[in-house]
């Protein structure tokens, strides 16, 4: 070997020590399998967070318990969560409103191909029968998070929605996984919250309830390959209820699939509600299998009568493009655009749409509009707006 390669040899050896993140392997901290790790996972942390080179905190192979902890930063240099085992919640009843909860880190990585399971089915039997379980824990909540990556990791069965962004930007979802029961009660599976620059990508989705839902103040978010349903399909909204929401701008849904769900892809806000705004929504390349009201538009959202249905949104919609979208409906109204009548929808566009209603008393699928007079082109199936719509 030559002076000049044993110096570059010298300077790569240097640079992977210096870019080798320090372990903080549980164990040492006292964890141990079929434990609780809590209190080795927290101090494991504390240590790794004060570290000034990059850290990783390992949970080997094997099952654990774990009951609810919370990771907050800021932290001295990147740190990555290494779970290769299986964590399964405490099933004592808790007032905590997370089960896992990381706040305030910038560069969090949590990946190694772990499983955490919630334990919801233990949980909701408390509940009765169909009963909304109120104050049950979020399996993780990702508060104020700046650059994170959440990759081959299960999350499961959740007591109530699986995750929870609020406050983040540029956190990525990739390979991640949610699984719950279709009757699962207020299950969501991702919900974002006045967040930017979130994506979800090659990821897989099962629950009872919204597989990803966006909310008030969010920008530039990304769902990209990820299969959906059992579930209530892909929603930005519900939007309108509360004061002072900030606009949703920048959403693009594409080359998904959605199988046997309750709802495609949707954007919905209350009607007689408090104004706000929803801009720039592109939904495309998108697989419908078996799926109720595939494509909506929802100004008139009023789950459980809480409102006056009759009295309009004051939500603002503009730029909605829904490109390619194939597949079966399970409901006889596989697209509607129902818009507000006081503020009637702006630039929507839709192209290459084949719905076939999969039913028995409709020989064909429907298409109703209001308040909205979209761009059409490319094969339309059902015929653009071809079917009335009762006004609102
Ligand atoms: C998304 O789907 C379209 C149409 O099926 C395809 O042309 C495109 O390559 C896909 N993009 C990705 C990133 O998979």
Redesign the pocket.
Known sequence: MGKLSMAAMLLILMFVSIVEAQVFDIGKYGGKPNSDIAQALTSAYKEACASTTPSKVVVPKGTYNLSPVKFEGPCKAPIEFQIQGTIIAATEKTTEPSWVRFSHIDKLTVSGGGVFDGLGPKAWGRCGKNAYCKNLPINFCFDFITGGLITDITCKDSKQFHVNVLGCKDLHFVRFTISASGESINTDGIHIGRSSGIKVIDSNIKTGDDCVSIGDGCSDITV??VTCGPGHGISVGSLGKYEKEDPVTGVTV??CTITGTMNGVRIKTWPDSFPGAVSNMHF??IIMNNVGNPVLIDQAYCPWNQCNAKVPSNVKISGVTFK?IKGTSSTPVAVKLACSGRFPCQGVEIADIDLTYTGKEAPAALSQCSNVKPKVSGKMNPPACSAPISAN
């Open positions: 990209e390959k594409r080359n495309e390349n390619n």
